[in-house]
């Protein structure tokens, strides 16, 4: 069982930045795909960045070169660094993660464990 705790969500101005953690329990980072998803209002949730448990990363293309995803190890915890924020990406953010792939995984269907969600408003 792995149990998953998403923080770091707030209120920002656009341009400004967030860091969003999500820290894991029951099983080291190390050995989970793991990945961030959003809900934007009205919207499916999204796909936002994954990593392997080899550390490949890939991004929806709306965040490129704004958002990065990384592993902290020695926090256990998967961290995904935004900048350079839009109203757009307001959302409530999920973390998720899947023990047995080594994948970079995109779909939520994907994934076995979920966080409860942070919340992030960017205003404009």
């Known amino acids: 069982q792995v149990q998953l705790v998403e923080s770091g969500g707030g209120l920002v101005q656009a341009g400004g930045s967030l860091r969003l953690s999500c820290a894991a329990s029951?099983?080291?980072?190390?050995?989970?795909?793991m990945g961030w998803f959003r809900q934007r209002p009205g919207k499916e949730r999204e796909f936002v960045a994954a990593i392997s448990r080899s550390d490949g990363k890939i991004y929806q293309d709306s965040v490129k070169g704004r958002f990065t995803i990384s592993r902290d190890n020695a926090k256990n915890t998967v961290d995904l660094q935004m900048n350079s924020l839009k109203p757009e990406d307001t959302a409530v953010y999920y973390c998720?993660?899947?023990?047995?792939?080594?994948?970079?995984?995109?779909?939520?269907?994907?994934?076995?464990?979920w966080g409860q969600g942070t919340q992030v408003t960017v205003s404009s």
């Open positions: 029951g099983r080291t980072v190390s050995k989970l795909a």
């Open positions: 998720a993660a899947n023990p047995s792939s080594y994948s970079i995984l995109t779909y939520d269907y994907e994934y076995n464990y």
